[in-house]
């Protein structure tokens, strides 16, 4: 089983709302990433998670709230976010290798975020 | 801020033609990465090339890396429609995982 799998695929909320971007993944990687991307653009990280523990964070703002349960399961926790928020937040997954050893990474299809 | 820089923004050829994408990057890498996202959906990857690699193929793709030059350039050959999507290198420097994206190319391939 190669796939990334995230949910829901689309969601709208508000900017006082509560939400949870899951992702989910069966490949034994280790290494887990959350992307947001805005149209037209390329894919900017946000989190790295390495064996379950958080490994990078591109100082993104605190209303964005990463966990990795298990080492299958990313979520990323949303709360009271801004319209510009609005996006496509892509999971990924690799083999754990830094630097030289650095692996390819396995894409889901994201979740299309509208923040109102 | 981005690593790396690709030219063309964007290309439109006829099926059947080569496609070729060029890419730029400002700092020593230990691997580049090409990946391919049809509209709006994930990316999907392609070729990884070292930074000891010169050309690297995989079916109708074809990715040389000129690490004295910082560029890599992917060529698509007899292209298909269904090779129509947004190309992006992406860069892996230093030590850590991160992948650093180039803002990607735009292919059309016409019936």
């Known amino acids: 089983d190669t796939e990334v799998t995230q949910t829901p695929k689309h969601l709208v909320m508000g900017m006082t709302n509560k939400k949870s971007l899951k992702c989910e993944q069966h490949m034994g990687h280790r290494a887990m990433y959350w992307y947001k991307q805005k149209a037209k653009k390329p894919p900017e990280l946000m989190f790295v998670?390495?064996?379950?523990?958080?490994?990078i964070n591109e100082s993104v703002p605190s209303r964005f709230s990463p966990e990795c349960p298990n080492s299958s399961l990313l979520n990323l926790h949303l709360h009271a976010l801004q319209p510009e928020d609005s996006a496509l937040y892509l999971c990924?997954?690799?083999?754990?290798?830094?630097?030289?050893?650095?692996?390819?990474?396995?894409f889901g299809p994201g979740t299309r975020l509208t923040v109102t | 801020s981005q690593q790396g820089e690709e030219d063309p923004q964007a290309l439109s050829i006829q099926e059947g033609e080569n496609a070729t994408m060029n890419c730029s990057y400002k700092t020593s890498i230990n691997n580049l990465q090409w990946y391919r996202q049809n509209s709006g959906r994930g990316l999907v990857h392609l070729i990884l090339i070292r930074s000891n690699e010169r050309e690297k193929h995989s079916g109708r793709l074809r990715v040389t890396l000129d690490t004295s030059k910082k560029s890599s350039s992917l060529l698509i050959t007899a292209s298909r429609a269904a090779d129509t999507a947004s190309y992006f290198c992406?860069?892996?420097?230093?030590?850590?995982?991160?992948?650093?994206f180039g803002k990607g190319t735009l292919l059309t391939v016409n019936p």
């Open positions: 990924a997954s690799s083999q754990v290798g830094q630097g030289p050893l650095a692996r390819e990474q396995y």
């Open positions: 998670y390495s064996y379950e523990k958080l490994s």
């Open positions: 992406a860069t892996v420097g230093g030590s850590n995982y991160k992948l650093t």
